[in-house]
């Protein structure tokens, strides 16, 4: 291939395998299901940390067309002339000619039923906007699963906003990631508390290796509302 030498790894290709419980939020799989039936390109936005990735790939899942899904993790690309690279990394594609990489793309995904996840592209709209456009204009059977804080700015592009997760369903998605590090965590006042201030976002949940030193094993009498246990 022609171009700028590749970055290192950056994409994920196939879904990656869910190794935490996936809490809630089906009414949004519901509905982004419908999106992605009604639309070429669905674009899931909404702040950091609540849930975009997550949700996203569920439903991608769910959805995949007859070819299969591939996903691209577009985070750690910072220049947008690599942009087309992570989308052949991501499908696996090598190619040893002399023609332009958009043209090994649109040849290996001619004919297929297809959908291309396109994984934290904020940072690189204009360089997606203008790949996303032309692989739907040229590719009739493809379709696109983006997800980012902004749009993409396309013609046809269905949005998909994402709140934060409701209260209730905050609680048991805490609770459970508290399991894993030997928290007891209960439905109590503190812990909702906590879960308000953060706004279901997960991100910023922290629990200390082994405890504190106070409390070896964090318990719901020990949750702060700083967003770690104690």
């Known amino acids: 291939m022609r171009g700028p030498q590749r970055p290192g790894p950056c994409a994920d290709g196939d879904p990656p395998l869910e190794l935490t419980a996936f809490v809630g939020r089906t009414a949004e799989l519901g ?5 992605m039936a009604s639309a070429r390109l669905v ?3 909404g702040a950091g ?8 790939l569920r439903a991608a899942v769910r959805a995949a067309a007859g070819d299969g899904v591939s996903r691209v993790e577009l985070a750690p690309v910072r220049d947008p002339l690599f942009v087309d690279y992570a989308v052949a990394e991501a ?18 995904l001619a004919g297929r039923r ?12 204009d360089a997606c906007a203008e790949l996303v456009a032309e692989l739907l204009r040229r590719l009739p059977e493809l379709r696109v699963l983006a997800v980012g804080r902004r749009p993409l700015g396309l013609a046809g592009e269905r949005l998909f906003p994402l709140a934060p997760l409701g209260t209730d369903e ?3 998605l805490f609770a459970d990631r508290a399991r894993q590090h030997g928290a007891a965590v209960d439905d109590c006042p503190a812990v909702r508390e906590l879960c308000l201030r953060l706004e279901g976002s997960h991100w910023r949940w ?6 504190c030193g106070r409390c070896p094993r ?5 949750v702060s509302t700083t967003g770690s246990a104690c």
């Open 31 to 35: 509905g982004l299901a419908e999106a």
């Open 43 to 45: 674009t899931v936005t």
């Open 49 to 56: 940390g609540v849930g975009k990735s997550r949700l996203a």
């Open 91 to 108: 499908l696996g594609l090598t190619d040893h000619t002399t023609r332009p990489l958009r043209e090994s793309l649109l040849g290996h």
């Open 114 to 125: 297809f959908l291309l996840v396109l994984d934290g592209f904020e940072h690189l709209v």
């Open 170 to 172: 905050a609680v048991e």
């Open 206 to 211: 922290s629990w200390p290796r082994g405890g």
């Open 218 to 222: 964090p318990s719901c009498s020990n």
